[in-house]
Nanobody, 121 residues
């Protein structure tokens, strides 16, 4: 069993930055991913990182602006978000998967409760 807790969300102006930590407890030998869901929209893939951190993947919409990383000694994954724009406004969720490579929510077994990110124009 894995418990995931996100933090770091908030209100930021367009062009600003936020860093979202996701701390895991329990068994943590998982690939980690970040998803987001805006009002009235489906949950969408943002980024993922393998257990070792040696492989990463990004949605085209965030590539070059967002960076996913992890510190296994702290059982924490991070999503660094730069150059934010209002289209990035959503609830951001971290998730844990037993295998690397999925960009689909169905590929992730454990989920956090989410943290709200709001970008004002």
């Amino acid at each position: 069993q894995v418990q995931l807790v996100e933090s770091g969300g908030g209100l930021v102006q367009a062009g600003g930055s936020l860093r979202l930590p996701c701390t895991a407890s329990g068994r943590t030998l998982y690939a980690m991913g970040w998803f987001r869901q805006a009002p009235g929209k489906e949950r969408e893939f943002v980024a993922a990182i393998s257990w070792t951190g040696g492989s990463t993947a990004y949605a085209d919409s965030v590539k070059g602006r967002f960076t996913i990383s992890r510190d296994n000694a702290k059982n924490t994954a991070y999503l660094q978000m730069n150059s934010l724009n209002p289209e990035d406004t959503a609830v951001y969720y971290c998730a844990a998967a037993t295998s690397w490579g999925s960009r689909r929510a169905e590929g992730y077994r454990y989920w956090g409760q989410g943290t709200q990110v709001t970008v004002s124009s």
